[in-house]
């Protein structure tokens, strides 16, 4: 369950103590001694409630926090990193609905740093059966209709080499070229499938494809290009589980920055 819908969850419950409580206090509170501590205890439970319900509006519409897990993003975004993101700035989040978001003020674009929910290929088999939700940052390169291709670990997007000033390559070893499909749209849709998620880094990290980011999708890789799981392995990313922009790196202070 997401922390903003296990925020509002906590908030509804305090305004429902807030609520018997009052019922309570007319019934049985009597005395001026009882009535300090009710009112001591009332206030605390009614900045909560409240508190807690602004916090998960916030959280789900406008801006999440952020911290970085893994070494993905590096150098752009180090491990322990705590960022804010731009949830509302790709369209607000409709509630109760599977990702849909409407009056956006923007459409991705190539370079965007996104947070996103996890896709299910990009979990264990353990993580999918348990239902769990995580959330991954990564860097778009590619939107619909793109072709998009690495050779010897350079990126191409329409067949132009991408100049990627950004992206960090820690090992030296370039993997070989292989191909275990007999056509290319064999191809495209295992990759869409998510099949490479299973299949041993050196089939995918430095060649891959060419593939064509289907409608709705995006190819989003990470900065550190030879440690990210990302969409080489697990697929194009689908539109709906897109959650904001990432914008801004608070600590620790001495890495205070505008993400790009």
């Known amino acids: 369950m997401e922390m903003e819908i296990k925020l509002f969850i906590a908030g509804c419950i305090f305004l429902v103590i807030a609520i018997i409580m009052q019922m309570v206090k007319k019934k049985f509170i009597k005395t001026e001694k009882a009535n300090k501590v009710f009112a001591d205890v009332y206030s605390w439970v009614d900045t909560l409630w409240t508190a807690l319900i602004i916090a998960s509006v916030i959280m789900y519409f406008l801006i999440q926090a952020f911290k970085i897990p893994t070494g993905s993003m590096e150098k752009t975004l180090l491990i322990g990193d705590h960022l804010f993101a731009a949830k509302c700035v790709y369209g607000f989040r409709v509630p109760f609905t599977d990702g849909k978001r409407i009056l956006p003020i923007k459409k991705v674009k190539k370079g965007d740093v996104v947070i996103f929910r996890c896709p299910p290929p990009a979990l264990s088999p353990i993580e999918r059966a348990e239902g769990v939700k995580k959330d991954y940052i990564k860097r778009c ?15 191409y997007v329409n067949d132009v080499a991408m100049q990627e000033d950004y992206v960090n390559y820690e090992d030296t070893e370039t993997y070989k070229n292989f191909n275990l499909y007999k056509s290319m749209d064999e191809y495209q849709k295992a990759w869409e499938r998510g099949e490479f998620a299973t299949l041993p880094v050196a089939f995918v990290r430095d060649n891959f494809g060419p593939v064509i980011v289907p409608k709705g999708h995006y190819m989003v890789l990470g900065d550190n290009r030879d440690a990210s799981f990302d969409a080489r392995f697990w697929g194009p990313l689908p539109d709906k589980y897109l959650k904001g922009q990432a914008l801004v790196n608070y600590w620790p202070l001495k890495r205070i920055k505008y993400i790009k």
């Open 141 to 155: 390169v590619a939107l619909e209709g793109d072709k998009v291709e690495i050779k010897d670990k350079v990126l």
